[in-house]
């Protein structure tokens, strides 16, 4: 198929995350992969901890954004499912073995030989991976997804992580059963996403923040059934008991004895966030027969499932979309929780 071609970009080169323009090359356009002309890439909170090298593995020039929305530009000589002008998104995983047990029950992003991320991670021909702040990507063709017509190109980036993210361990603990409670710790980005799930399942749905002034816009915008301010105990012990499942996308730490003891017999709290450590009396756990777990991002069938399912549901991220050129400031931002509730860049009329 066509050689590597130039792409153009913006990347952090070293640790202090800043990003400025930088031109690479891509790599060819294989037999199985498709080559996406990128609209839209929504900012997630991976693209800081990737840039400044949190995790210390961070290898620059580094090129973040997984959470992308395009128009598929060039197909492989075997690829049936796309064709050239069909609008696609880009997720959290561009490639994996596709052989293995957990490839083969479409949950790739367990793949036992490692899924190769969107960025910074080696791909099939030894180069690394770079994200979709940049003009266009290629990709395993089973890791995209068709964007459903009726949907916004801008609004779906969003779902690509954020959406897939609170979804999928939703859907593994059945909690899309009419009536059962849920409660969301956190109301960002993933949060705000859970809640909107919830009720789409027909749950009814507490949201636990430190924010007061977060109040008003879970009841009214994002329609929860309750807010509770995580720090007054006394809120808190009233509800002891009372849900069936509890989503934290928060990554800041929380007293998990506090928070499971607000579990049903057999109910699940779920991790999405990252804490610095998770730390609760094992008898809060086995009385009451009580589960912690966690869980990331989700499979291919899985995420188109959820693509559709937001389509058929009217369910909209709450986005700020911004040009390429305000990438610093939104990282920055970000950090500081000031975002309602995802940044998403419009990279084709600001990329130059």
Request: aromatic share 10%; with cysteine.
């Amino acid at each position: 198929m066509g050689g590597a071609k130039e792409c153009l970009g913006w990347a952090a080169t070293d640790p202090s995350g800043i990003l400025s323009p930088y031109k690479f090359t891509r790599r060819s356009v294989g037999s199985d992969d498709v080559s996406v002309s990128i609209e839209y890439c929504g900012v997630c909170f991976a693209d800081v901890i990737w840039t400044r090298n949190k995790l210390g593995h961070s290898n620059y020039p580094l090129v973040p954004g997984h959470e992308i929305v395009g128009i598929v530009r060039e197909v492989g000589s075997d690829v049936e499912r796309f064709k050239v002008g069909d609008r696609v998104g880009v997720g959290t995983y561009v490639n994996s073995c596709r052989e293995c047990e957990y490839c083969d029950d479409g949950l790739e992003v367990h793949c036992s030989k490692g899924a190769i991320f969107t960025f910074d991670s080696v791909d099939v021909d030894g180069t690394i991976t770079k994200g979709g702040y940049s003009s266009y990507i290629v990709a395993h063709q089973r890791h995209c997804y068709r964007i459903p017509e009726n949907y916004p190109p801008e609004i779906a980036a969003p779902l690509l992580c954020a959406g897939i993210t609170v979804y999928t361990p939703m859907i593994r603990h059945n909690m899309n059963k009419p009536g059962k409670s849920l409660g969301v710790i956190g109301l960002g980005g993933l949060g705000h996403l859970a809640v909107k799930f919830g009720k789409a399942f027909g749950l009814k749905v507490t949201v636990f923040s430190t924010s007061i002034s977060k109040k008003d816009e879970a009841l009214n915008l994002l329609g929860a059934d309750n807010f509770v301010i995580s720090s007054d105990e006394e809120q808190m012990t009233a509800l002891q008991k009372s849900f069936d499942f509890m989503i934290n996308t928060a990554s800041g730490d929380i007293p998990f004895d506090l928070y499971l003891s607000l579990l049903k017999t057999a109910g699940v709290l779920v991790l999405v966030g990252f804490p610095s450590e998770v730390k609760f009396s094992p008898g809060n756990l086995v009385l009451g027969a009580k589960t912690i777990t966690g869980s990331i991002t989700g499979g291919t069938k899985q995420t188109q499932e959820m693509l559709d399912f937001c389509a058929s549901h009217k369910i909209y991220p709450k986005i700020e979309v911004i040009p390429i050129q305000y990438a610093n400031e939104a990282l920055e931002r970000l950090i500081k929780k000031d975002v309602k509730y995802r940044f998403v860049i419009d990279i084709a009329n600001s990329l130059k």
